[in-house]
């Protein structure tokens, strides 16, 4: 999947020549083209990333145009998942205890005085 665009800040204080001279720093993120990013950090400009979930990524000339989105294994699913594993094993262990023994029959030979 190609990234076409990125929601960033610029912590730079001065003229921003990629954007035309404005000057920074630019602490609210926006979205801005894959593109200019490029331009921006080809003329050493911090350009930092902004995640959904508010993480931030320091972005340069290896990470500009790809997915830096954070993989987070969420803990609760892992937790859940252990929690049915140690379930089910409990209810296995029980059924197998549940289940009757069978017993073979004692069968007493007859004995019968003569």
Do not use: C, W
């Amino acid at each position: 999947m190609s990234v076409t665009r990125k929601k960033i800040r610029i912590p730079f204080n001065g003229p921003i020549y990629g954007k035309h001279g404005l000057y920074g720093p630019i602490t609210v993120p926006f979205l801005e083209e894959v593109s200019v990013i490029g331009s921006l950090l080809i003329q050493k400009t911090p350009v930092i990333e902004v995640h959904d979930d508010g993480t931030e990524t320091v972005l340069n000339l290896n990470n500009f145009n790809i997915d830096n989105t954070p993989v987070v294994v969420e803990e609760k699913k892992q937790e859940e998942a252990v929690v049915d594993t140690i379930k089910s094993s409990q209810n296995n262990q029980n059924q197998r205890n549940s289940q009757p023994n069978e017993q073979k029959k004692n069968i007493k030979p007859d004995v019968t005085s003569k």
